[in-house]
Each structure stands twice: as structure tokens, then as C-alpha cells.
């Protein structure tokens, strides 16, 4: 397979970007495709006004399946079969199994929560807690609080 760049290009849609066959528009089945997270073979593209995620095979590169998403999905993650979703709207994080978007476990991100990483060490969340101004640490996958910094002003 040769690499690609994956793009969501919000109301223009998904593309992918090879050195072969230069743009190409893949249909996401999503009238807003604007967050994106590379999973277990696939890439898996968010729409926030539909409140769905499609899950796309990397060699088919057509929809596989939906999945619900939270309410103002402001980040998406993906490691070792799990998908994490932030919700700015509902101010949580959230653990779905990645290939059916089964929620498995939740907690409470902040006010209006702005972003989320994964550590490379793949076992810690970090996520900006907005307005609240704290930056929670928790742990994978169970989203269980490891620490909490509070700085000054919005956590961003």
C-alpha cells in the first residue's frame, strides 16, 4: 500500500493524497467530515451536525460502516482498538470500541473542553479543559483521573 496523507476538507469532504494517483475524493458518506484519526487499518472521519463517525479501510477507501459519535466533538483519537471522543458539548471524554462505537467508559473533561492527545506511550489522555482551566491526565483505556493541573485562564 503505497503512504497517503488523509485531509478532511470540512464542507469539500474527505481526500486522500498519494504520490501516484495525487488527490483523490473519497466518499465519507458525511456532509461535514472535519476530524479525522487513523484506527486498526482504517481512518475514521467525524461530523459533528450528524453526530457520526464513518469508519473507512485504508485499501478500500469507501465507508465500512457508521458509528454514533458525542455532540461537539471537538478531538478523536484511536489506539489498540479503542476510540476516544472529546465532547466540548457534553464537557467529557469518551471510550468506544473502535470497530462498533460501543461506549465503554466516560468521565468529566473541564468546562467546554478544547483538545485531547494520546501519550505515545499509548496508556495516557491528555486533555485541555477549557474555561475550567485544568489540564486533566487520564488513564487508558478506562479514562480513570491520574492527575489534574490547574493553570491560569482557559486550558487550551
Known amino acids: 500500500m503505497e503512504p497517503a496523507v488523509w485531509m478532511a476538507g ?10 501516484g494517483e495525487g488527490r483523490v475524493l ?3 458518506g458525511l456532509e461535514w467530515p472535519g476530524i479525522l484519526a487513523r484506527g486498526q487499518g482504517q481512518i475514521i472521519c ?5 453526530r457520526q463517525a464513518a469508519l473507512i479501510p485504508l485499501d478500500e477507501r469507501k465507508v465500512q460502516r457508521f458509528i454514533p459519535a458525542p455532540p461537539g466533538i471537538e478531538a478523536m483519537e484511536a489506539r ?3 476510540l476516544y471522543f472529546l465532547s466540548g458539548e457534553t464537557d467529557s471524554v469518551l471510550c468506544c470500541r473502535e470497530a462498533t462505537g460501543e461506549p465503554l467508559f466516560g468521565n468529566k473533561a473541564g468546562v467546554y473542553p478544547r483538545d485531547m492527545r494520546l501519550h505515545p506511550s499509548r496508556s ?6 477549557g474555561a475550567s482551566g485544568d ?4 488513564g487508558l483505556p478506562g479514562l480513570e483521573l491520574v492527575r489534574r ?3 491560569p485562564g ?3
Request: a neutral charge; charged letters at 10%.
Open 149 to 151: 493541573v490547574t493553570v
Open 135 to 138: 489540564v486533566c491526565v487520564y
Open 10 to 19: 470540512g464542507g469539500k469532504g474527505l481526500f486522500v493524497f498519494t504520490r
Open 26 to 28: 473519497v466518499d465519507s
Open 80 to 82: 489498540n482498538g479503542y
Open 154 to 156: 482557559i486550558a487550551c
Open 124 to 129: 495516557l489522555a491528555v486533555v485541555a479543559g
Open 46 to 50: 467525524a461530523c459533528e451536525s450528524q
